[in-house]
């Protein structure tokens, strides 16, 4: 269980209280085309004001745990016949595939004695409670049979509880004529959802707790992101969450504790509104958060992590600017692998090179 907790906002204010290392170039003016820029594989992404109150981070569109189900081979054997596929919708007791095991078949002719054996005592227990009414037999005699009956039925539990802990079941009226082998079974849906993987190894052996089928009810959609302390300043439950590349929103259900801007720290959203989002992608989206830092420098903001690089020894950036770009030197306050939180003299719907960088440094250092 998540302890959640608001990360004090004095951290931020101790990040900044470091010196910042001083500009050691000045901004270096490129005039490229628009062509010229596609030509050289540069692309641009928004750099996002951490004064807005918006915050850049990478999700995992995840399902909860408690609506997922996981099926393995349920004995060492072979899948004989694939019901579904990837994809496909499913209900509580579809059958998923057949599977053939001799140990299978040992353990449904131990069911079928148990079944027997529990339908014997039952009835021998009807006929002694007769005969100790009718003053035949003895307390002692009855008791015994009781023992007997309330043992045979506990083991036909047992055996029942076997094979359904392996979802397989024999007796399905539907699908008499695959269960002419005792050795045969139907792996069944435990719960209702759709198919996320499934591996058609059909004809191949496969040991016991092999993976054969994922289901998951993707009607609830979660967000999961991990990101460092600093990031998750201010952030608090209720912020939204916008996924705009999947048309999808999201709202914060809660923050890990962080005791500090390294540390991590792990945030978790429920999807409201799912759009085009698919279990199991990584998305990049903005959190705006209701409580924004109490920040008097406007020059911090946050950038993908790839937009940086180094120029003269310092840290860097490459800004669209109406006649090409400009290589921009920054102080970098904190990074990960997704995203950078750094100072620059930037202006309200900036945006950074994060693809072609190499080709840029090159143009840059023939300008030298």
Not at 229 to 252: C, H, M, P, T, Y
């Amino acid at each position: 269980m998540f302890r959640f907790h608001i990360v004090g906002l004095s951290l931020f204010s101790l990040i900044l209280s470091g010196s910042l290392q001083a500009q050691e170039f000045a901004p270096k003016s490129l005039k490229l085309s628009a062509n010229q820029q596609a030509a050289m594989g540069v692309n641009f992404a928004q750099a996002i004001s951490v004064d807005s109150g918006s915050v850049l981070i990478s999700a995992s569109v995840t399902v909860p745990p408690e609506k997922q189900a996981i099926l393995s081979a349920p004995y060492p054997g072979q899948l004989s016949q694939m019901v579904v596929g990837v994809g496909d919708a499913v209900k509580v007791g579809s059958p998923l595939a057949y599977f053939t095991s001799p140990q299978m078949g040992d353990s449904r002719q131990k069911l079928l004695e148990a079944t027997s054996d529990a339908r014997l005592a039952k009835e021998a227990l009807v006929r002694d409670n007769e005969l100790f009414k009718e003053g035949i037999i003895p307390q002692s005699r009855l008791n015994i049979t009781k023992a007997k009956a309330e043992n045979a039925n506990a083991m036909l539990m047992a055996r029942q509880s076997e094979l359904k802990a392996a979802g397989i079941n024999f007796d399905d009226p539907k699908n008499k004529e695959v269960f002419n082998s005792y050795a045969t079974g139907a792996l069944k849906s435990p719960i209702q959802g759709t198919v996320v993987e499934a591996h058609n190894l059909i004809g191949q052996r496969v040991d016991t707790g092999t993976l054969l089928f994922r289901i998951a009810d993707i009607s609830t959609l979660n967000l999961e992101i991990n990101t460092s302390g600093f990031k998750a300043l201010g952030i608090q439950s209720g912020d939204e969450i916008v996924i705009a590349s999947r048309n999808a929103k999201a709202k914060v259900t809660g923050v890990s504790q962080a005791v500090s801007a390294s540390q991590s720290a792990r945030i978790r959203a429920v999807v409201e509104e799912r759009g085009t989002l698919q279990m199991g992608e990584v998305v990049t989206a903005t959190i705006q958060a209701r409580l924004k830092p109490k920040v008097q420098d406007k020059t911090l903001w946050q950038v993908p992590s790839r937009a940086l690089t180094s120029w003269k020894g310092q840290s860097a950036i490459f800004i669209l600017s109406g006649t090409g770009v400009v290589l921009q030197p920054v102080s970098v306050i904190s990074s990960d692998d997704d995203l950078a939180s750094i100072q620059a003299p930037l202006s309200s719907g900036a945006k950074v090179a994060v693809t072609g960088i190499a080709s840029l440094k090159a143009l840059a250092q023939k300008d030298e």
